[in-house]
Every structure is written in structure tokens, then in C-alpha cells.
């Protein structure tokens, strides 16, 4: 069976992770490379790099193939997007430059005329950095498999194609992104007079996410929805430190509730109506909850990362659900949905896959049509879920430091009175009473450390409990 052949690539999955050169978990990112600054690393992203990615693209899809191109409003992303136009077109292939839009958009846009896709972002990290992910036909993270394959061509030698291929250009992606929302929405939940603070947080989603709240007709507060590809106005990762101002903003406005994105639009965070930071896991266990229970007519299955809380589990017995846990990124929740039936994909961040890929402005009209739907606050709505408690540590790796070998030692550190562990991607541990996960960063020299409980006092323990075992396997 196609899930079970899926499941059964973890073990490689975990081969290739130490294979790859310059993917990671999710396409790669670095700081920017200038004629004014340059990393003397690998780690650092330039035109250089940009031209030979859209090369090597080029040639693994073959001559007359259509790369679509999205980017986010940093200022080094015109940079980027120029020298990878010049790599695909050399190299043969079109170049549809779509310009500012959320990964999403992209996403469908891919599907709809062309043939792979670029997208240009770092996501939630600082405006120096940024980034390039490559999308399937599908609309879908290339695969662990098609990193390598990618990475082959990257490394190795090529000549430019005979015949050049062609620039294009369609500024209409986010207007096309905008109907299919509503479509979406409207299908599954009625509206009612709601009131929303929209902080767009300067990146792609800044006009998309207002406008189609205003198209499902709530009454709109925009924060710091305009293009600014410095994000002045916060760091562009949208966590509870970083969302005082939209926190103070719903309160003052009297909002139903607030909504924030990061750079690209694919991450969304949601505020109560008593200006209350909801807890990522716990946003994506509410909306995948209330999507699914319109699905009458199949077996319903969601697939989550190996990082998710346990909030999950308590969703899937009501709903009679499958949870398929997968390694952490976008790219194995898509590949649960492809190969296993998933519905839904989540990450503990709060991001969901309701189709390829992470959605961002489309949570925003979900949570506020399951709100209308439920008749409830937001405050209520996340009242009525069962409640865990969680700890979300790191700590910086050492240069040179081989990670995975600590990662290995770990294992041998860790009391063994737990019930289930995992390292399909760091190493897992379950008790009765909660969890915690150690694993490598995709996106820094970090190693992460979460730890969930069913109360405050069990969920730090289990993050001492795992620290203390990391510092010991770091000897």
C-alpha cells in the first residue's frame, strides 16, 4: 500500500537528511550575499546561488518545461528572482514570475500552468535572509528523493541549453488566490458580523488575507499590512513575544479575535478576543477538527509532525481518525496526504495543509467561519479542548559539532521508564503523562528541545528531563 511504502522511507529519509548538501528540511536559507557582504560560507544565499539552483532546475525538468515564481517583499528577493530567471532561461525552460504572493498561491498556480515552482523566502527568519523552495507539478515540496536528484545536477557540470526559453509574466495569481478562498470557506461555513485585526507582518500575505476577510464580509483592522521587506515593525516570526501590538490592538478595538502572519504568509498565528496569544497546536488541532467533521463520505486521517502535541490524539478519538505521524517539514506532510489519504497535514507551529501546501490567509477565513459556525469566542472555542501544557527550548550547537552522533548518544542518556519513543527524526519520548522531543534545527546550528505535560510542573520536568540528557551525550 502506498502509505505503509511511505512509512516504511522514515529509516532513508533519515540517510538522505545527512546526504544532502544544501537542502534541509524544506528547501534552504541562508544570509544574503552582496558585492558589499560576503558569509565566506556555505551557509550564505547570492545571485550565484540563485542562477544555479534555476539551472539545475531547468535541466532535471528538461528543455520546454514552465518554472513558476513567487517571492516575498524582502529586498533581496528582485536580487534572487533575477538570477534565477536567468538559470531556468538559460538552461531552456520559461520563467512565469508571479511576483509578491503567499507559497500557497504559488502552490495553486503551479498546478494550474506550470510545470515546477520556485518560491523566494525565508519564511519567519530575519529580513537579512532568505531563501528558495522548490515545488512538484503537484504544487507540493519537492520530495526528500528530488532534493537529491537536484542536488546531483547542482554539484556537478552543465552547459547551457541549445535554445533559450522565454520570461513571462502574470501578475494575477493573487486575485485568483483570493476567489478560490472564498470559494473555499463559503462551502464549508456561513459568516455572521465579526470584527478582525489583521497584522500582515510586512510580508505577502499583508493585502491578501485583509481583502478576502473583507470579500467574506468581517469588518477588517489592518496592522502593518503594507509590503516592507525590512519588517520594521516586528520580527517577522509571529510568536506570542513578537505580537504585543496586535495583542493590545484586539482589546483596544474590541475584536472577535487577531490574526498575524510571517514574512511569506504561511505561518498563522491567531489572538483571543481578550488579546491571548493561541498556542499553534492548538489553532491547527481547532480548524483541522471542524474540516473534517464536514467530511461525511471517507475515513478521515491526519497526519502531523513527530513535534505536535498530544491535543491531536484527543481530536482524532472524537472524530474516529487516523493520526500518521511524519519527520518534521511541509514537504512528508504533503507526501501523508499524496500516499496515505491525509486530509489535513499539521505542524506545531500552527500551520496547516489543507491542499498542498501551508496555507496562510485561507486560516484566517476558516477560523472565522468555525467561530461564526460555533457561535462561540475564540477564548470559548480553544476553552472547549483539552488542555496541555508545553516548553519550546533550544540551544546552539557548537561549529563542527556532528549532531547526529550526540542525537545517537542521547539515546543512551534518557531514563528508559517511558512507553513509546521514536527517532524517525531526533529522538521522541512518551509517557503516560506527556512527551519530549530533542532534534536537530533544518533551518540553524541549534538543537531543539520540546516538552508537553499535562500540567505546567510534568511538562518542565520532561525539559529538564531531556536537557540533562543532551548534556550528557554532549560529554
Given at each position: ?7 516504511k522511507?522514515?529509516?532513508d ?6 546526504e ?7 528547501g534552504f ?23 544555479r539552483v534555476?539551472?539545475?532546475?531547468a535541466?532535471?525538468l528538461?528543455?520546454g518545461?514552465?518554472?513558476a ?16 530567471v ?17 507559497p ?18 525565508a ?21 526528500p ?34 476567489a ?30 485583509p481583502?478576502t ?15 516592507d ?9 509571529p510568536?506570542?513575544?513578537?505580537l ?11 475584536a472577535?479575535?487577531?490574526v ?17 496569544f493561541?498556542?499553534?497546536d492548538v489553532?491547527?488541532a481547532?480548524?483541522a ?22 491535543i491531536?490524539?484527543d ?6 481518525a487516523?493520526v ?7 514537504p ?13 497535514g ?16 485561507m ?8 467561530l461564526?459556525k460555533?457561535g462561540?469566542?475564540l477564548?470559548?472555542?480553544v476553552?472547549?479542548?483539552p ?27 534518557i531514563?528508559?521508564d517511558?512507553e ?21 534545527s ?6 531543539r ?6 500540567t505546567?510542573?510534568?511538562?518542565k ?15
Amino acid at each position: 500500500m502506498p502509505c505503509e511504502q511511505f512509512t516504511k522511507k522514515f529509516e532513508d529519509y533519515k540517510i538522505i537528511r545527512k546526504e544532502k548538501k544544501l537542502f534541509g528540511t524544506f528547501g534552504f536559507r541562508g544570509v544574503v550575499e552582496t558585492p558589499y557582504l560576503n558569509t565566506g560560507t556555505d551557509a550564505g544565499i547570492g545571485a550565484d546561488k540563485a542562477k544555479r539552483v534555476g539551472a539545475a532546475l531547468a535541466i532535471y525538468l528538461g528543455v520546454g518545461k514552465t518554472v513558476a515564481i513567487g517571492k516575498d517583499p524582502r529586498i533581496s528577493s528582485p536580487m534572487l528572482e533575477e538570477a534565477l530567471v536567468d538559470g531556468i532561461i538559460e538552461n531552456g525552460c520559461n520563467a512565469l514570475t508571479l511576483g509578491i504572493i503567499t507559497p500557497n498561491t504559488l502552490s495553486l498556480e503551479v498546478g494550474r500552468q506550470a510545470d515546477a515552482g520556485v518560491m523566494i523566502t525565508a519564511s519567519h527568519n530575519p529580513p537579512e535572509y532568505n531563501g528558495i523552495k522548490c515545488l512538484s507539478k503537484k504544487g507540493m515540496g519537492f520530495s526528500p528523493e528530488e532534493d537529491l536528484a537536484l542536488e546531483k545536477i547542482y554539484f556537478g557540470d552543465f552547459r547551457t541549453a541549445a535554445k533559450k526559453g522565454k520570461k513571462l509574466v502574470n501578475s494575477g495569481a493573487g486575485e485568483r488566490y483570493r476567489a478560490h478562498i472564498v470559494q473555499y470557506v463559503k462551502k464549508l461555513f456561513s459568516t455572521k458580523p465579526l470584527k478582525i485585526v489583521v497584522d500582515g507582518g510586512g510580508g505577502s500575505a499583508s493585502t491578501v488575507t485583509p481583502e478576502t476577510l473583507e470579500s467574506l464580509g468581517y469588518k477588517v483592522v489592518r496592522f502593518n499590512c503594507k509590503y516592507d521587506g525590512m519588517f520594521r515593525e516586528r520580527n517577522p516570526e509571529p510568536t506570542d513575544a513578537n505580537l504585543e501590538k496586535l495583542k493590545r490592538l484586539v482589546v483596544e478595538e474590541v475584536a472577535d479575535m487577531g490574526v498575524a502572519h510571517d514574512g511569506d504568509g504561511d505561518r498563522t498565528a491567531f489572538v483571543d478576543e481578550n488579546g491571548k496569544f493561541i498556542q499553534g497546536d492548538v489553532s491547527a488541532a481547532i480548524i483541522a477538527d471542524n474540516v473534517l467533521r464536514q467530511c461525511k463520505d471517507r475515513k478521515k486521517i491526519i497526519a502531523v509532525t513527530i513535534a505536535f502535541s498530544n491535543i491531536i490524539e484527543d481530536v482524532a478519538k472524537s472524530l474516529g481518525a487516523e493520526v500518521i505521524y511524519t519527520p518534521v517539514g511541509e514537504p512528508y506532510l504533503a507526501q501523508a496526504k499524496l500516499l496515505c489519504g491525509a486530509q489535513v497535514g499539521l505542524e506545531e507551529h500552527g500551520s496547516v495543509l489543507l491542499e498542498w501546501s501551508r496555507e496562510g490567509p485561507m486560516l484566517a477565513g476558516v477560523m472565522a467561519g468555525i467561530l461564526a459556525k460555533e457561535g462561540k469566542s475564540l477564548s470559548e472555542l480553544v476553552a472547549s479542548y483539552p488542555k496541555y501544557y508545553q516548553i519550546k527550548d533550544a540551544k546552539t550547537m557548537p561549529g563542527g559539532t556532528d549532531t547526529e552522533a550526540i542525537l545517537e548518544e542521547l539515546k543512551q542518556e534518557i531514563p528508559q521508564d517511558y512507553e513509546r519513543f521514536s527517532d524517525m527524526d531526533g529522538v521522541r519520548v512518551d509517557y503516560s503523562d506527556g512527551w519530549f522531543l530533542v532534534r536537530a534545527s533544518g533551518t540553524e546550528p541549534k538543537v531543539r528541545i520540546f516538552s508537553e505535560g499535562k500540567t505546567e510542573e510534568r511538562a518542565k520536568r520532561l525539559n529538564k528531563v531531556a536537557m540533562e540528557g543532551l548534556e550528557r551525550a554532549m560529554g
